[in-house]
Nanobody, 129 residues
Framework: VQLQASGGGLVQAGDSLRLSCAASGRAAATFAMGWFRQAPGKEREFVAAITWRSGRRVYADYAKGRFSISRDNTKSMGFLEMNSLKPEDTGVYYC???????????????????????WGQGTQVTVSS
């Protein structure tokens, strides 16, 4: 599976951005998709994730109410809509895909970056104050 993230840019606080992730390769559309981000000097952190079949979504606390994850399996695309952006949202955003055995496995581990086997190259998001 190959992933290509895009849509980042330089915006002002309060603006919106829509990130896209194009997936290709065998059964790419059947993987759960997650978004992670990494700010300068900080560890990579979970942003949001979505299952491939039911479309169940999960968000980091800071993303709830501002970010929205979605996917289009017919096009093997994933999206992260980000609204009311803040300077602390600045970082490189990565899309990733992985597999989970069942609902329990998903619920337990969907924020764990090690469960996502395939990663895109990242797209830079910079939010100025």
């Amino acid at each position: 599976v190959q992933l290509q993230a895009s849509g980042g840019g330089l915006v002002q606080a309060g603006d919106s951005l829509r990130l896209s992730c194009a997936a290709s390769g065998r059964a790419a559309a059947t993987f759960a998709m997650g978004w992670f981000r990494q700010a300068p000097g900080k560890e990579r952190e979970f942003v949001a994730a979505i299952t491939w079949r039911s479309g169940r979504r999960v968000y980091a606390d800071y993303a709830k109410g501002r970010f929205s994850i979605s996917r289009d399996n017919t096009k093997s695309m994933g999206f992260l809509e980000m609204n009311s952006l803040k300077p602390e949202d600045t970082g490189v955003y990565y899309c990733a895909t992985g597999t989970f055995d069942n609902d329990f496995d998903w619920t337990r581990d969907n924020t764990n970056s090690r469960r996502y086997a395939y990663w895109g190259q990242g797209t830079q998001v910079t939010v100025s104050s």
